[in-house]
């Protein structure tokens, strides 16, 4: 930890945390655009990286948190565009932001080869959502740069603006381009508290002191990051660092986190204690419960089920919002029977120590983002998530009805796997969060399908989506229209099966209900499934693999491979032959393990009445709760995977006027 600043004094950033108030944001920019150089012109090659496709000339951040109630950030960039490449990288740029930050101030200039400029209309700046890989929604702010073409200098500047926050954030210094040069210039607020700084994947950083109150930091060829299948967070990898504000007197790091524990512990006893109206409801929801599971189950179940949650539902309104915002016991999430996530959470807890149990506020990181370090005494970075942690025997146990879509028992992927701080007033009480198995995030896949004489395929199909994966699913549609709904399972289902796929009728079960299946069911006709060639015909008989490729295809590996979770497939597919058609023969693909059983992908396949092909699979992946593994076991891994999708599009043949078996 390093410190470059002084900042004013918040009145404990743990409840700052614990409020949520983490913010980020921007102001308005200067209206002059500085002069391309001739050399910056007429360049022919990347200094950085020799054959980058594209490569930015600086990548420039101000960050004036001079304000005592708001935080502005100013960004200019400038790229030059090698190659085709890097043309369609730039053709269309987005800048994402989260709810409640204003992207102003969209600028973009493109410089062509022969020197003449071309301005972005203001109209053309639009926003838009995106889904990222985990199902989340992302809104950004979208631009075409106008007559971009390789040769040219592309120019972009805009602002970021929030109220109410301050300079406790990510400075990133790498990206996706290699950089010739990036700077940050921070302008702290002064105050009392001093500002710190930690360096990930970063060695040397320093900031120096410039005029105006600005620090400036600053690094020159910086590689570009390029992302990999199934591959760490990163913030694990890229080069980054984090600044932020501390004015506690710890001089090591298990001091700190004593102290934060302690402060935590004291500040959430208000939180989690149960009135006279919560022990009265808790007595009559538990009531018959034959043990203390049954007892946490009826609570979970009562929460989720009779107070709105209002970070998920659908039409909330600002009325809603205001009257939430209002909340300051578990009691009066219990009257007004909505609240946001935290107060859901907390309402649990107090009703778990109205039944008798020890309940405490339990502090984790998200994994989808950074690992826990203790040695980084910096709470909202290192345990920016929270649980309620119940003492049930000897042990403890968490939970989390504010994941709305999370069954019982089970925390988000992002909590799993994860070092948890144990609120408490005299010790440290550092805890694993379970891994759920396999089992619990499962696609379960059914079919009944009939191949026809040209190739085409028809039938019906039914998809099941269990624990981690049924949340992905839930999130990513749960503020879709119906339109768009069907839209994402199209897609879905002809990325899966074959982009000739026609869906002639479906239905999607269970997208809002926080713990049933997400199902998808549909009718689908696909031309070409099958290719016939003389008296022969050649298919896959696991339909819902038929467009399945390799995982990973690289033959070199940088970062370690990193699977979100365990997770398992079922499949259950009978599909019925043409006439006159018969199997040449039902070889099913072999068993594929690995020695320690991580990964396990088994196939049995059968003839019925003599015409129909019976086809189960069973696939999992991450037993034992193994979920990373090293670079060097990369073509291991690789391998295994490989195998594993060549069982997947394993092809049959079947011969017209042949018996079976023939």
Known sequence: ???????????????????????VVVSAQDKDWRPVTPAELSSKQPIVEPDADAEGIFWEVRVDDSSANSLALKHYVRVKIFTERGRETFSKYDIPFTKGTKIKDVEAKVTKPDGTSVLLKKEDVVER?????????????????????????????????????????????????????????????????????????????????????????????VPAFREEPSMLPEDEVKKWVYIYYRNDTSKTADEYWKLMSRTMYDVSKTFLKPNDDVKAVTEQTVSGAANDEEKLRKIYDFVKREIRNLSYAEGVSEEDRKKAAEIKTPGDTLKLKMATAGDIDTLFAAMARAAGFDARLALSGDRSELFFNPSIPNLRLMLNSSSIAVKVGQDWRFFSPASYFVPFGMLSWMEESQTSLITDP?????????????????????????????????????????????????????DDS????????????????????????FTIENASDPEKPFVYTFRIRVPGYASRTGRRIFFQPNVFERSAKPRFVATERKYDVYIEYPYSEKDDISIEL?????????????????????????????????????????????????????????????????????ADVHQLTLRQGAAAGQ
Request: proline share 5%; net charge positive.
């Open 1 to 23: 930890m390093k410190y470059f600043c002084t900042r004013r004094l918040h009145f404990l950033a743990a409840i700052v945390f614990l409020t949520g108030l983490l913010s």
């Open 129 to 221: 959502d995106i889904i990222k890989a985990n199902g989340f929604k992302l809104r950004v702010k979208s631009f075409a740069p106008p007559g971009l073409e390789i040769g040219s200098i592309l120019e972009f500047r805009y602002s970021e603006a929030l109220s109410n926050a301050s300079a406790n954030m990510r400075l990133i210094l790498q990206r996706e381009i290699p950089l010739q040069a990036v700077t940050y210039w921070v302008k702290p607020f002064e105050g009392d508290q001093g500002m710190a700084f930690h360096s990930f994947n970063v060695d040397n950083a320093k900031f120096e002191k410039e005029k105006n109150g600005f620090y400036k930091l600053a690094m020159t060829n």
């Open 426 to 478: 005299k010790e440290l009480i550092w805890k694993e969060t379970p891994t759920s198995p396999p089992s619990a995030s499962m696609e379960n896949r059914t079919g009944k399908f009939k191949l026809l004489e040209d190739g085409t395929l028809v039938g019906e199909g039914r998809i099941e989506f269990t624990g981690h994966r049924a949340a992905m699913h839930k999130n990513r549609n749960r």
């Open 482 to 505: 119906a339109a768009e709904r069907e839209k994402t399972l199209k897609e879905f289902i002809k990325a899966n099966i074959l982009g000739t796929a026609e869906i002639e009728s």
């Open 578 to 646: 043409p006439p006159g058609f018969a199997l040449e023969n039902a070889d099913a693909p072999g068993p594929v393990r690995d020695q320690q059983g991580i990964g396990s992908h088994v196939v049995k396949m059968s003839v019925r009445d003599g015409n129909t092909l019976m086809y189960k699979r069973d696939f999992s992946w991450g037993n034992g709760g193994f979920l990373r593994f090293p670079a060097n076991a990369y073509p291991v891994i690789k391998q295994m995977f490989e195998m594993f999708n060549k």
